[in-house]
């Protein structure tokens, strides 16, 4: 799979220069002397410096003479030869320009330009010929040797800079140079080694072999919440620490990531590097650095993560690896699981797949041998999965408006009044989905998407949650004029809250959303908080839902589990049954045992059914099943599918493009070319969408067949094309 590494052309000294811009592929340039594969270079374009990157030998007929000079950045650096290799792979795989993947890789610009040492002082043995209290305040700071800056010391030291700067003047301080980061703390394989239960020790002197092994294979750990997955994959860490390579740990939301840290910490003595798009420019540079350094042994982030420099990278894992937040929907549309997988590949690592509840493909490599299957079935130590139950909405239904039951309040009063925490769990934020008047029936739907406009009552707003657009409730309906006619439909997470409030007045109670909880500092703090017990029911979305361990909470109840089934997609019945699981998964996990509440209307469904059947029987009967439909179907992993959206603010335009692109669609054995169709949200941020969808035999070369269909067609300007290999979405 990995090419050859290709060498610039000794004679001529040119190569193929590619540059982090959507262009069909590298550009040749002139070389002063010849530069290996990865060679990160400066370049001109159109008037400009671009960063750019060796990549191959020049491929044009273009004459010297008229080719401009790329030049070397300072100190040589270069992209690993496995990463350039990787970035042509996902091109690809994807469809994308070769340019927008190397983008990804070059996320930090900064990263190459020279270290900037920072200016800082030490005290001398010369004593000052004024020995003022302030200046004896300096120096008693200064004693202990440390190198601060000028605003330290006098901080510090509680005087002026000026004090701080009459000392360095008669020679008392002197100045030194510091690097410009501190260094990052190097994790200590056995800091705090914990003692594995037996089935976690299997598992873990299977990865560690991997590790010595050193060769790529996939692990799937599957292991139901709370089983200690996370004890496990760290001895691989600590392994492949003691190996001397660098692990990738990658996570799909940032906001699992604060527990993560402080385990790790807890574990190997030091936090690992983190990458994700919260970091600041600076924090950027210094963590780019030190991957590409190998200072930096252990990093964790998000996808984006797997385009870093790891110049010796022996381990990956994909944590939670079924999570759909791994699908990177825009720009380049990518998998980081299965891209991760074939990161592993190309360097020739092992990699660890993560899951109580592993996405269907997975669990199909699995099962057939192609993935190594370590499960572990129980839960560590006396902590026992909880026990599940449906609530029949149907025999138990709350009156008009009221959305948790009479059962599900008899569970919460018990589990407070016992100085438990329950977690109610409904995955829609804001207050009502939909607003609607009650003369005419008109929906209140945003200016610029097919989608309803989600009241948001704190905030007192009707928003989308696809554009962002939002408006105030309007005091009579836009469509007959009725004044006080628009109700709201269906409950969020705040109605949820509010009814809660009036039921039970005296409990804590925290709302957790996307929207109530800003940014990670946020979400952190209500971690936190709920993990120490200062909050007794939290009610939340699915950003509480997923690894947090919160040793005091017992019930959860699920406000409406059909929610998800209904989706309609292939992944709909997958992806309600991983997240009930996952929310499931929070109860009970210290020694108190937890209880789990679905209240549902279709109890008979097979996704509640699988949900309270005891043991994993249950879970490995709904997967046998989800496997057969998608065999007979022919969908993944046993088919392919490839989506085109083509969108544009001309709607008979984009229709028209459509209609003139499926016309032009190769025959080809085993390739079936579904639409086009208005996509679910055929309006989104005032684009139209329509969409066609590619359904292919296993062993078909999608990428091949779409290449050589979408070379045929020109489509207008005003009409966008974008390709979804292995869709996760389909709206
Ligand atoms: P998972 O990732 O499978 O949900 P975790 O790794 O989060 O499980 O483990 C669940 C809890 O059990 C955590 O609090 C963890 O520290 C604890 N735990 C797991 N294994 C052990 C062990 N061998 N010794 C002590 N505590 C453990
Ligand atoms: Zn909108």
Same mark, same amino acid.
């Given at each position: ?8 052309? !000794? ?18 340039? %002139? ?66 320009? !070769? ?5 990804? $890789?070059?996320?930090?610009?900064? $990263?190459?330009?020279?270290?900037? &040492?920072? =200016? ?30 000028? &605003?330290? =010391? ?13 000392? =360095? ?43 010595l092994a050193g060769s790529f294979r996939t692990h799937l750990l599957d292991g ?8 496990t994959y760290f001895e691989a860490i600590a392994e492949a620490l003691r190996q ?106 092992? =990699? ?33 999965? !909880? ?53 005419? +029936? ?77 940014? !990670? ?39 409406? %589990? ?22 499931? +998964?929070?109860?009970?996990? $210290? ?41 007979? $179907?022919?969908?993944? &992993? ?23 692109? %499926? ?63 292995? &869709?996760?979405?389909?709206?």
């Amino acid at each position: 799979m990995s090419e050859p590494a290709l060498k610039p052309d !000794p004679q001529t000294a040119r190569a193929g220069v590619l540059l982090p811009l959507p262009l069909k592929g590298a550009y040749d340039y %002139a070389l002063a002397a010849p530069l290996p594969r990865g060679t990160l270079v400066q370049a001109p374009l159109g008037g400009r410096e671009s960063l750019g990157v060796v990549w191959g030998p020049a491929e044009g007929a273009l004459s010297d003479a008229r080719l401009k000079m790329a030049t070397p950045l300072d100190g040589q650096p270069q992209l690993p030869e496995h990463l350039c290799d990787f970035i042509d792979w996902v091109a690809r795989y994807t469809l994308s320009p !070769p340019g927008m993947v190397l983008a990804l $890789a070059l996320r930090s610009a900064a $990263a190459f330009a020279a270290e900037i &040492p920072q =200016i800082a002082y030490i005290a001398t043995t010369n004593t000052p010929p004024r020995l003022t209290p302030s200046r004896q305040r300096v120096l008693k700071t200064c004693a202990d040797g440390l190198a601060r800056k000028i &605003p330290a =010391i006098a901080e510090e030291a509680n005087v002026s800079p000026a004090v701080v700067r009459g000392l =360095i003047a008669c020679g008392a301080l002197k100045q030194v140079s510091l690097p410009e980061f501190a260094p990052f703390g190097v994790p200590d394989p056995g800091f705090a080694a914990v003692p594995l239960n037996d089935e976690q020790n299997n598992a873990a002197v299977i990865l560690r072999d991997a590790i010595l092994a050193g060769s790529f294979r996939t692990h799937l750990l599957d292991g139901v919440t709370g089983s200690g997955k996370t004890e496990t994959y760290f001895e691989a860490i600590a392994e492949a620490l003691r190996q001397g390579r660098q692990s990738l740990v990658l996570l799909p939301e940032i906001a699992l990531s604060v527990q993560f840290l402080d385990r790790f910490a807890a574990r190997f003595g030091t936090r690992p590097a983190e990458w994700h798009s919260d970091l600041s420019q600076k924090e950027r540079r210094r963590t780019y650095r030190a991957v590409m350094t190998g200072e930096a042994r252990v990093v964790v982030g998000a996808r984006s993560a797997l385009f870093l420099p790891f110049p010796e990278l022996g381990l990956i894992i994909a944590d939670e690896e079924h999570e759909h937040a791994f699908k990177q929907e825009d720009g380049v549309i990518y998998h980081a699981r299965d891209m991760a997988v074939v990161r592993a590949r190309l360097e020739n690592c092992p =990699i660890i797949l993560s899951s109580a509840t592993p996405s269907i493909e997975s669990y199909v490599n699995a099962k057939s041998g192609r993935y190594h299957w370590l499960k572990l079935p129980r839960r560590h130590g006396a902590a026992n999965l !909880p026990a599940v139950h449906a609530i029949d909405l149907r025999e138990s239904q709350a009156e008009a408006g009221s959305w948790i039951s009479q059962p599900l309040r008899e569970a919460i009063a018990a589990t407070v009044s016992a100085g438990e925490q329950a977690m109610l769990f409904l995955n829609r934020r804001g207050y009502a989905p939909l607003t609607l008047c009650s003369a005419c +029936g008109h929906k209140l739907i945003c200016r610029d998407c097919s989608a309803w406009l989600v009241e948001h009552r704190y905030r007192k707003r009707l928003m989308c949650h696809h554009c962002g657009y939002e408006t105030q409730t309007p005091p009579a309906c836009p469509a007959c004029g009725a004044e006080a006619s628009l109700i709201a439909c269906g409950p969020g997470v705040e109605r949820v809250a509010e009814e809660f409030a009036a039921v039970f007045p005296d409990a804590r109670m925290a709302i957790a959303s996307s929207d109530t909880l800003h940014g !990670p500092t946020e979400t952190q703090a209500a971690i936190r908080a709920m993990a120490k017990g200062e909050i007794d029911v939290l009610i939340g979305t699915q950003i509480m839902a997923k690894g947090h361990h919160f040793p005091q909470l017992t019930l959860v109840g699920v406000i409406d %589990a059909d929610l998800g089934t209904a989706d309609g997609d292939l992944r709909a019945r997958e992806r309600t049954f991983q997240l009930l699981q996952q929310v499931a +998964g929070r109860a009970g996990r $210290a020694e108190k045992p937890g209880l789990v509440l679905l209240q549902t209307r279709n109890p008979a469904d097979n996704v509640i059914h699988a949900m309270t059947e005891s043991g994993a029987g249950g879970r490995d009967r709904f997967y046998d099943q989800e496997i057969t439909y998608r065999e007979r $179907a022919g969908t993944p &992993p046993f088919g392919r599918l490839a989506a085109l959206i083509l969108s544009g603010r001309d709607s008979a335009l984009v229709q028209n493009a459509g209609r003139t692109l %499926a016309k032009a669609a190769p025959h080809a054995r085993d390739v079936k070319v579904w639409g086009p169709t208005p996509a679910f949200y055929h309006l989104l941020r005032g684009q139209t969408r329509e969409r066609l969808l590619v359904q292919a035999g296993r062993n078909v070369d999608v990428q091949a067949y779409l290449r050589t269909w979408l070379s045929a067609v020109k489509l207008p300007n005003a009409v966008r094309l974008t390709v979804d290999i292995d &869709p996760v979405s389909f709206f």
